[in-house]
């Protein structure tokens, strides 16, 4: 059986804050770690019903492109949910959101 393996380094400040945080895969195509100023992770705990969540972001990360982040994650689950589902209304609602939500970003930077 083949395996692939993801890998992230957090480097912390003293107040255990993050820093710089570098990720690497097997299956990447490169062979160094690159770095990122965020990452979200979700586990589905089947046996509790419930999800486990891991949400990292590095004290230089600017709102704005949190933000966006947030927004792109919410989209790449709605396209998620019509590829595992086939749940239309479901992904066109997270799509919906994440439309209202771009507004709102670009109405919040013009101010």
């Known amino acids: 059986m083949k395996q692939s393996k993801i890998n992230f380094t957090v480097a912390l400040d003293d107040d ?21 100023k965020s990452i979200s992770i ?5 046996q509790q019903q419930n999800t ?6 590095t004290k230089e990360m600017p ?5 966006r982040f947030y927004i792109d ?3 790449g689950l709605a396209q998620s949910v ?4 086939g749940d239309e209304f479901m992904s066109k609602q997270m799509n919906d ?5 771009v507004e709102h970003v670009k109405k919040e930077n013009q101010g």
């Open 63 to 67: 709102v704005d492109e949190m933000k």
């Open 97 to 101: 959101l994440c439309e209202k939500l």
């Open 73 to 75: 994650c919410l989209g």
């Open 16 to 36: 255990n804050i993050p820093e710089k945080i570098t990720w690497e895969a097997t299956e990447k195509g490169t062979d160094h770690p690159e770095e990122t």
């Open 82 to 85: 019509q590829n595992s589902t």
């Open 42 to 46: 979700s586990l589905w705990d089947h």
């Open 52 to 57: 486990m969540r891991i949400d990292l972001w």
